[in-house]
């Protein structure tokens, strides 16, 4: 076995040692491991937009931050997993998790939004060297008796970190510790990270496989390059314009891909190593599932980046009540994931996942109708109750989803099956930031002219009152439209486009005194500030609905599943 998921090979297999007396605070140990990673996704989203007024950084740099983490991530894994077959789970953990520590010190010392991406993306890499130990530990240092009890605890950890990864993030990049802003979100890993590694000699017990596959690097960097050539385009064409090598590079994927493929089955002919079974892919309810995993995950990654965007910079939420509001989805996510896990999964299995994506389909259509209906005046209160049904829908398709899609594997493949579907959750969030967010972005852009046309009768009483003829009038209410379309699709926020350096001196040279120019400008403010609610409520409606799609078609797929769990006594459909 070569992956993440050893752990999760069949019980008699492994074994019966006895119990090692560390073992409780071992386990310790490694969730706070689990936990730094899981919280590391959520508690980002929140701060986006305080990392972009700081470091003057562009949208798609934004996408970047949070794309750059899970593309490392997924594209490491299974590697990650093969290294501590191979090196002893206890040193790759050791090693994934100063690692990690070091890369949370560099992003919350980035001074650039260029060092800040490379940071994530190295935080991530060394992520997927410490996760996929932390079920090997378990199972090495767990009598099998215990085992269950101690895997039972990510449910908890999963839960808690899910919980407090938003409001963490609004507290601490809003109570700006020691003038830091949001960069203590990425400091809080440090002590945690320390502990964990100082603790990990004196309490972790090395083990390794007795057969470890070999590494297949070729396979991973072939991976990355398809992924790259496919991610990268979608996320930098917006802001360049759509030329023409971003449609040629998506296109060039396609072969690159085809070719990962054929030398996976080449490495498997040589050595029996490949990074992935391509025997995988023709066991057709697995590959339903990796469909289904890609589509809900992407719904779900790019509405927390979305949403965080959306109440920030589009309606002027403080970073800490944009924590609290989304905090809602987040505690409905604790909420589902131990219903599911504990009672409905086990006994109800698929119908529970469908349910779950059935559920986040209504209430995210619940949100835009919200939003549609209160518009830019809307409130925490009112977005709360659609919120919460919806975490709660993330939560019952969270808890039993692996292990129904891994219940049509074979023993044999279920280590390799299990890490593959870990690598194909990370590539989903990776592709929902690049398309869902690059959406969001178009949409915005669309409706900020309309928007300024719309609203532009204050700036017009504004110049009529200055007694600017109704020529000049016209070219002012004209720049004010390109300005406002202009902001809105600027590659670098930090600066100003030529149409509102333009609007700036139209300002000028029509009023004929300061205070005429001052009142004018005052109405263009006010103006602006409607443009900008109106353009970011429009879009974020638009993407809702897209996301509405993504869950009800995670709940179509849902009839493509195993009917149970892996274990479960009935046979899977």
């Known amino acids: 076995m070569s992956t993440t998921d050893e752990a999760v090979a069949p019980a008699a297999e ?47 740099a934004i996408q970047w931050i949070a794309a750059g983490y899970t593309l490392a991530f997924a594209a490491i894994l299974i590697t990650g997993g093969r290294l501590g077959d191979i090196r002893g789970r206890k040193t790759m953990f050791a090693v994934g998790v100063l690692g990690f520590t070091v890369a949370s010190a560099l992003c919350g010392a980035s001074t650039s939004g260029g060092m800040l991406i490379a940071s994530r993306v190295l935080q991530g890499a060394f992520a997927a060297v410490m996760v996929p130990q932390v079920l090997g530990i378990i199972r090495d240092m767990f009598p099998r008796k215990e085992q269950v009890v101690a895997l039972s605890m990510y449910g908890p950890v999963m839960g808690l970190a899910a919980v407090c990864g938003p409001v963490l993030g609004g507290v601490l990049t809003q109570g700006d510790l020691f003038g830091l802003g949001w960069r203590p979100i990425f400091f809080v890993n440090i002590p945690v990270g320390l502990a964990a590694f100082f603790a990990t000699g004196p309490l972790l017990r090395d083990s390794r496989s007795p057969r470890p596959l070999k590494l297949d690097l070729v396979g991973v960097v072939l991976i990355v390059t398809a992924l790259l050539m496919l991610v990268a385009p979608v996320i930098e064409g917006r802001e360049h314009g759509w030329p023409l090598w971003t449609f040629v590079c998506m296109a060039a994927s396609l072969p690159v891909f085809v070719l990962t493929a054929l030398y996976e089955r080449y490495k498997d002919r040589k050595d029996g190593s490949p990074l992935v079974e391509l025997s995988l892919f023709r066991n057709r309810t697995y590959l339903a599932g990796l469909v289904v995993t890609v589509i809900f995950f992407a719904g779900m990654a790019s509405f927390f980046l979305v949403f965080a965007l959306y109440l920030q910079i589009g309606l002027g939420f403080s970073t800490l009540r944009t924590g609290l509001t989304i905090g809602a989805w987040a505690l409905g996510t604790a909420v589902g994931g131990a219903a599911a896990g504990g009672f409905l999964g086990p006994k109800f299995g698929r119908k529970v996942l469908q349910a779950g994506a059935l559920l986040m389909a209504v209430s995210v259509a619940g949100t835009a109708l919200t939003v549609n209906h209160y518009g830019p005046d809307v409130t925490s209160m009112e977005l709360v109750p659609t919120l919460l049904l919806a975490g709660i829908g993330m939560g019952l398709v969270l ?60 700036v017009r009483a504004a110049l009529t009152a200055a007694a600017v003829p109704a020529a000049r009038q016209d070219v002012v209410l004209a720049d004010f439209t390109a300005c406002s379309k202009d902001q809105a699709t600027n590659k670098n926020q930090s600066e100003i486009p030529a149409s509102c350096a333009r609007l700036q001196g139209d300002i000028r040279s029509s009023a004929d005194s300061p205070q005429a120019a001052k009142q004018i400008g005052a109405a263009i403010a006010e103006v602006g500030t409607t443009v900008r609610e109106d353009s970011f409520t429009d879009a974020v409606k638009q993407t809702l609905w897209i996301e509405v799609g993504l869950f009800a078609l995670t709940f179509l797929l849902g009839f493509l599943l195993p009917r149970h769990s892996r274990g479960h006594v009935s046979d899977p459909a």
């Open 14 to 60: 492994q074994p019966e040692e006895a119990a090692d007396p560390r073992r409780w605070k071992a386990l310790l140990v490694v969730m706070s491991a689990s936990f730094m990673n899981l919280l590391d996704g959520s508690i980002v989203n929140v701060a986006t937009p305080a990392i972009q007024r700081d470091l003057n950084t562009s949208y798609s």
């Open 399 to 458: 808890a039993p989803l692996f292990d129904i899609i891994l219940a049509g594997v074979s023993d044999r493949e279920i280590g390799s099956g299990s890490g593959t579907l870990n690598a194909v959750n990370q590539i989903g969030n990776t592709i929902g930031v690049a398309v869902l967010a690059t959406l969001f972005f178009t949409f915005i852009g669309q409706q900020a002219g309309t928007a300024a046309q719309q609203n532009d009768g204050p």
